[in-house]
């Protein structure tokens, strides 16, 4: 399995002009060698802090899938891929952090599945609950590659959503994301410490649930904000395959032996053994979910 | 007996800096804001002879090349010939270009209608007229005023407001003053501006930390940790001196002000910036 993915550097607010240039990126990717799979960042033909601009720039999930399979083929005539692109979502004036997974096939696309970005940072330099909805579940798919989910930056920073995932079978963890890099202690030793942390949850992730990782972050400035890149992908023993810089924009592919997984996971079997915990753990009453909060009324 | 190991709390210490990597982020800011959203190529700044300003003209070369920087000497009747000397060592080590206006008759032509102006009055109209000239310049020369505060004088106030702030990017504003000295250290601004004593040279042998009432490197290690929630008893038993904690706090509460555009009277639900959200790059 091929894997490509563009490390993105939007123009602020320009949908048409980053269209473009995903195009460029496509038709770079069909002289070098089509890959199987391409993913973008969040927020990839917008940008990513837009206040209020959201309201103007928010495309429907129809309309964003109608114009990345246009730009693919426009790019690559024919050649069937499988295309995930993060995009501010409005559906019918609800608007959403999301990401779409599309099918382009000769003749015809479909949109596999849109994933709504669960958790919404609202503190310190984000504020996206203040303008946008969040998503409800975390879902996995049937793609060409096997089971898959699609995460939103900080949708894997709680261990429990990329847990849940793969307990729904995910075998492969795709996340766009957007992360304004910050930390500069004398400690760095060459990198920011949000992407030491990255780095470090894209790894332990990967192991500890037998997945792939393809991670795909936006870069350039917005407003001062730096975005981190560091596009990769993570095999299923944690281990990065390929990892792009922080700062410039690029293409990053990498191919995926996916019998690594079933490898990774007999080596390490910590998720089959979670699976027969599992209910064990989330009957425990003193867990705030919904059937305890009975129990405890009642107590 | 078995080996203690133990903690060590370092928090008297300013906070420290990987300079290489703030070296190269700082230098893709530049070169984003300038180039790639503006379209610009040339920058313009005012070089005082200090460390702020010195190493604002150091990332500046290393975004755009020495022949796209204009450094502008700003001199008033009481600056030190030393401050002159200072910057000259700047633009000579770098190769940039440089002009030096003497600011004085722009100053005393209004402030001779106001002779009882005291020494604070007199310095904000000198750091005003220099935004003034800067700003004035960067039309001429199709370049943008870089900034050069950094961020231990903007959290304390120490700086005049709609002047030294004014510049619409500013590469170290996030960086204290401590973390400013590390970064020209290895970026190889002359020794002679790192060492000498911080001055906003407004008056004669004035320096900063005798205005301030505490050494940059406490104020840094102060502020660094109060920025993060730190209340005052806890960094009072972190061996910070209780005075210097009331200095700092009070400095920081009353300037919260000089860190925001001016206050608008919201009267609808469009107030710009209130309502109506859009970001500065949008």
Redesign the interface.
């Known amino acids: 399995m091929k894997v490509a993915i563009v490390q993105f550097k939007p123009r602020?607010?320009c949908y048409t002009e980053n269209l473009a240039a995903a195009t460029q990126a496509f038709a770079q990717m069909g002289a070098q060698g089509l890959p199987d799979l391409v993913v973008l960042p969040e927020a990839a033909l917008t940008?990513y802090?837009?206040?209020?601009?959201v309201y103007e720039l928010a495309q429907s999930a129809q309309h964003c899938a109608r114009d990345l399979a246009a730009a693919w083929r426009q790019a690559n005539g024919a050649a069937p891929v499988e295309l995930v692109c993060g995009f501010y979502e409005n559906d019918a004036g609800t608007y959403y952090n999301s990401a779409l997974y599309l099918t382009i096939e000769p003749d015809a696309y479909r949109i596999v599945h849109v994933h709504r970005k669960l958790f919404l940072p609202t503190y310190g330099v984000f504020d996206e609950d203040r303008f946008l909805s969040r998503g409800r579940r975390v879902a996995a798919f049937e793609t060409p590659f096997g089971r898959a989910a699609i995460l939103l930056c900080e949708d894997l920073w709680h261990s429990i959503v990329p847990t849940m995932a793969a307990l729904k079978g995910a075998r492969l963890l795709i996340v766009p994301s957007a992360a304004p890099?910050r930390g500069?202690?004398?400690?760095?030793?060459?990198?920011?410490t949000s992407v030491t942390r990255w780095r470090e949850l894209l790894s332990l992730t990967a192991g500890e649930h037998g997945v792939f990782i393809i991670y795909a972050g936006l870069v350039?400035?917005?407003?001062?904000k730096?975005f981190t890149g560091s596009s990769s992908v993570v095999d299923p023993h944690g281990v990065a395959l390929v990892r792009a810089d922080a700062?410039d924009a690029c293409i990053v592919r990498a191919q995926l032996d996916l019998r690594e997984i079933d490898a990774a996971r007999a080596n390490l079997p910590l998720l089959g053994d979670l699976n027969a915990v599992l209910c064990d753990l989330f009957l425990d009453d003193e867990l705030p979910l919904p059937h305890c909060r009975c129990d405890a009324s009642s107590r | 007996m078995l080996p203690v190991v133990e903690a060590q709390a370092r928090y008297t210490d300013p906070p420290g800096i990987d300079a290489a990597l703030a070296q190269r982020w700082l230098v893709a800011f530049l070169r984003e804001e300038l180039v790639t959203r503006r379209g610009m190529s040339r920058a313009v700044l005012g070089l005082s002879g200090g460390i702020d300003s010195a190493l604002t003209a150091y990332l500046c070369v290393q975004a755009l090349g020495p022949e796209s920087v204009y450094a502008f000497r700003l001199p008033y009747t009481t600056s030190s010939a030393q401050s002159l000397e200072d910057a000259a060592l700047v633009v000579n080590a770098l190769g940039i270009h440089c002009r030096t206006i003497d600011i004085a008759p722009a100053v005393d032509g209004y402030l001779k209608l106001e002779p009882d102006a005291n020494a604070r009055r007199r310095g904000n109209v000198m750091a005003r007229v220099r935004m003034l000239v800067l700003f004035d310049q960067s039309a001429k020369l199709d370049a943008l005023p870089i900034g050069t505060g950094n961020k231990t004088e903007r959290l304390l106030g120490y700086y005049t407001w709609h002047a030294d702030d004014a510049p619409p990017i500013n590469p170290l504003g996030d960086l204290f003053k401590t973390q400013v000295w590390r970064l020209a250290e290895f970026m190889g601004v002359p020794a002679q501006l790192i060492d000498k004593a911080p001055s906003a040279d407004l008056e004669p042998n004035q320096t900063d930390e005798a205005d301030l009432g505490i050494s940059y490197p406490r104020a840094d290690a102060l502020l660094a940790q109060l920025l993060q929630g730190a209340v005052d008893a806890q960094l009072i038993e972190r061996g910070f001196d209780p005075a210097q904690v009331r200095v700092v706090r009070a400095r920081l509460d009353r300037t919260h002000w000089k860190r925001h555009l001016p206050t608008t009277a919201m009267l609808s639900n469009t107030a710009i910036n209130e309502f109506y959200l859009r970001p500065v790059d949008y």
């Open positions: 602020k607010g940008g802090f837009l206040e209020g601009a890099g500069i202690d004398a400690s760095c030793a060459g990198e920011l350039g400035f917005e407003g001062g730096g700062l």
